[in-house]
């Protein structure tokens, strides 16, 4: 097994959470819980237009700030051009204030089949994409924002600032090379997604690897993460809803506490420093087994 002290793992919030079913006190047990266990930080994800239920991830994680005080936060990842720069850029600096700067920050291209509904043209897809996020980094850390883009023109200023300085940490995703290039010119890290194996993320890597010497940056001070869907002692119709998503279910860690292990030491070998262990059922009790079962295994 690996042997490192540098590598960290997160843990999913429990954001998928039918009408009138939310328990506040089994949520602030779980955070705290996950607190206590030393986990690095706890995630969301954004899925406003999803026959699944699930929670808005700018107000979980602000609930969940309110119930710790170490866990750092985070969501991966915001489909940013849905939004308004400066709204979403208004909410995560004040959420970073209220935390008192726990915040990460994920930002993911997404598909141009989700731009209708939200009234957002598909025209320059990407340029409003990569504009909007230097759009967002200006307002954290700028006195006053002179941004004059295709998209955004912006004389003014916004307070307060993040409370990370420049600003909390920039994660971008995506599969292609070209979102690869665009997180080492914009982000702070790259997340591989969930639904890529471990061989597509280690290839994601290499990516990475070659655009930040490429890019002259130093490898040491942008991070690589993954998602990865688990489940210890999961049985196999716990496969039914990835292969659903993503026509297979290849990216699934499962089965016995070594099982698992195996499965997360090669992710940490592809080269990710941080895991977001997305849990596939009961979150508080595989949290508990992860905690006890799996990870000292790997150090």
Request: aromatic letters at 8%.
């Amino acid at each position: 097994m690996t042997n490192t002290t540098t590598a960290r793992f997160a843990v999913s919030l429990p954001q998928q959470i039918s009408d009138g079913a939310f328990d506040p006190a089994a949520f602030r047990a779980y955070l705290r819980r996950a607190e206590d266990l030393g986990f690095h930080s706890a995630w969301t994800r954004e899925g406003t237009l999803n026959p699944v239920p699930t929670l808005g991830p700018t107000e979980v994680m602000t609930y969940a700030a309110a119930c710790t005080e170490r866990l750092r936060l985070g969501c991966a990842v915001y489909v940013s051009v849905v939004h308004s720069p400066l709204h979403l850029a208004k909410s995560l600096s004040t959420l970073d204030q209220l935390s008192r700067g726990r915040l990460e920050v994920g930002f993911g291209l997404g598909s141009r089949d989700l731009l209708a509904p939200f009234g957002v043209s598909p025209e320059g897809f990407v340029t409003r994409f990569t504009e909007g996020i230097e759009l967002m980094k200006a307002c954290w850390s700028e006195p006053k924002v002179a941004f004059h883009g295709r998209f955004f023109e912006v004389e003014a200023a916004m307070e307060p600032k993040a409370y990370q300085k420049p600003h909390p940490p920039v994660w971008l995703g995506g599969h292609q090379p070209a979102a690869i290039r665009r997180a080492v010119r914009h982000g702070d890290g790259f997340i591989g997604a969930g639904g890529a194996t471990t061989a597509a993320f280690a290839e994601q890597v290499r990516t990475v690897r070659a655009e930040l010497e490429q890019a002259g940056r130093d490898p040491a001070s942008f991070r690589v993460a993954k998602r990865v869907y688990v489940s210890v002692g999961a049985e196999a119709r716990l496969e039914g809803p990835l292969s659903r998503m993503y026509g297979n279910a290849d990216m699934l860690v499962s089965g016995p506490p070594d099982a698992c292990a195996q499965g997360l030491d090669e992710v940490l070998r592809a080269g990710a420093d941080l895991v977001l262990l997305d849990a596939m059922s009961d979150e508080a009790e595989q949290l508990e087994r992860l905690a006890a079962e799996v990870l000292p295994s790997l150090f």
